[in-house]
């Protein structure tokens, strides 16, 4: 047993569960849902039905957690005994005093950053106690089913002008970002681009196991989500979307690995899907435009930053190397939890930036204890690494696939960003949920 998994099932449950108990869980899978829902369309809220409330929707789910967290907690389910939320815990303490008494930090910061860093994290350890494998599927299907809308919503964004309401910014003021071509990175029904790359990641993950488990998802979702997913791909304006989801067809290197007698098998199976897919697409006007727009983009970038390969390696280099180049113009107990937010910012009226998300730690924190929560990262991720390889040796290939999408999030991706963190503690949970769930024959 990884020690992902002795961690999340170490607090003792009684033998029988009682009706009340049956019934608390069942609310709890269905404040999960709310969560997910929220995750994906608290952009649209911001962006188009309620603007004027913008700045409070970017913790619109904290309640629901908190909900959460109460009902846990009366069933004995709490995750207290965890390993992982005790060091971030202690870490938090340290982090809040500090800031407190050394930097003098505005106390609405401190408690931001400070939310932002531990009150979504637990979800992970709940989710992967409760949801069973059923659960983890029908999350695919809403993955899978909400593409076609999602990608409407992209096409449509992608066709139309900088200044149309499809493309307004959070609070119904400004405009999402211009790329090559004079069009709009599309941002879906979120309030930014990262939005639908997170979203399609899991998406892909999904389609990989939908077609390596025939029956698994119904065909007709399965086909149309995974057409509306290379739609979208095309048209979102974001190179980020395909290198991100090419992450998740990386663990295919696992399979290779581990089962390499079935690996072949699979391979031919999901890239002759894809072969195929694309050949199609390619005959659809708005793919082809697309594509040719996706095909300067690439171009372009190229011209500054390199091959698209040299781009990549380039991006998660800037991000370790960040606590170290930060470092160099930071105080040694940095400047305080939390100021490094946009959120945080506003409410304390001083804003520190850090764009690269390991620099966000240093500046706030200084080397030594901002390097600490860079740790337990790195200690989280490659214990949920482990945890997914040993289903790999079981014959369960759902988890790796969803460690391809929510690895890199909760490792690399800013979590002062609402949707950023809400897809590493959701993209996480369902990955541990995945493996710890008992899969059906």
């Known amino acids: 047993m990884s020690a992902m998994e002795t ?23 269905k404040l999960i849902w709310v969560y997910f ?4 369309f608290e952009g649209a809220l911001r962006k188009w039905f309620l603007p004027s409330l913008s700045q409070g929707l970017l913790i619109v789910r904290d309640p629901i957690v908190i909900l959460i967290y109460y009902l846990a907690y009366a069933r004995g389910i709490f995750p207290l005994q965890n390993k992982y ?42 989710m992967g106690r409760i949801l069973k494998w059923k659960d983890v599927i029908n999350f695919g299907k809403a993955f899978l089913l909400l593409a076609l809308p999602m990608t409407w919503v992209v096409a449509e964004q992608f066709q139309a002008d900088r200044m149309d309401i499809l493309n307004v910014a959070s609070g119904g003021t400004g405009h999402q970002l211009m790329t090559s071509g004079d069009k709009v990175r599309a941002s879906g029904t979120f309030s930014f681009v990262s939005g639908i790359v997170f ?10 196991y939908g077609f390596l488990h025939k029956g698994t998802v119904p065909k007709w979702l399965l086909y149309l989500g995974t057409g509306a997913t290379f739609l979208a791909m095309v048209t979102a304006g974001s190179r980020a979307v395909i290198a991100e989801s ?52 690439f171009e372009e970038a190229a011209n500054v930053e390199g091959t698209p390969i040299e781009a ?23 400047n305080g939890l939390g100021t490094s937010t946009r959120a945080g910012a506003m409410l304390s009226g001083k804003f520190t930036f850090a764009e690269i998300s390991w620099a966000r730690p240093i500046v706030e924190n200084g080397l030594i204890v901002g390097s600490l929560f860079l740790i337990w990262r790195i200690w ?7 945890t997914c390889i040993n289903c790999i040796n079981k014959g369960n ?6 460690f391809g999408a929510a690895g890199p999030i909760i490792l690399f991706s800013p979590l002062g960003q609402p949707t950023n963190l809400g897809f590493a503690v959701f993209g996480s949970g369902l990955c541990l949920a995945a493996a710890l769930a008992k899969k059906p024959a």
């Open 380 to 386: 989280i991720t490659k214990d949920l690494l482990k």
């Open 85 to 126: 939320l005790q060091r971030l815990c202690e870490w938090t303490v340290v982090s809040v005093v500090l800031s407190f008494l050394i930097n003098q930090a505005h106390p609405h910061a401190i408690a931001y950053g400070a939310r932002t860093n531990l009150l979504h994290i637990p979800l992970i350890f709940i």
């Open 199 to 208: 979203y399609y990641c899991f998406a892909v993950a999904f389609i990989i």
């Open 7 to 29: 961690v999340s099932l170490r607090t003792p449950m009684p033998r029988k569960r009682t009706v009340a108990e049956v019934v608390d869980y069942t609310v709890i899978r």
């Open 397 to 402: 290939y759902l988890p790796i696939f969803l």
């Open 246 to 297: 090419l992450q998740v067809v990386a663990c295919f290197g696992f399979l290779a690995y581990f089962r390499p007698q079935e690996f072949g098998k699979i391979a031919a199976t999901v890239f002759g899907f894809s072969a195929i897919a694309l050949l199609l697409y390619s005959q659809l006007d708005l793919f082809k435009e697309g594509l040719n727009f996706l095909s300067l983009r």
């Open 312 to 334: 990549y390696f380039k991006r998660y280099w800037d991000i370790i190397s960040a606590p170290y180049h930060y470092s160099q113009f930071t105080d040694f107990w940095g």
């Open 37 to 40: 829902l929220l995750l994906l």
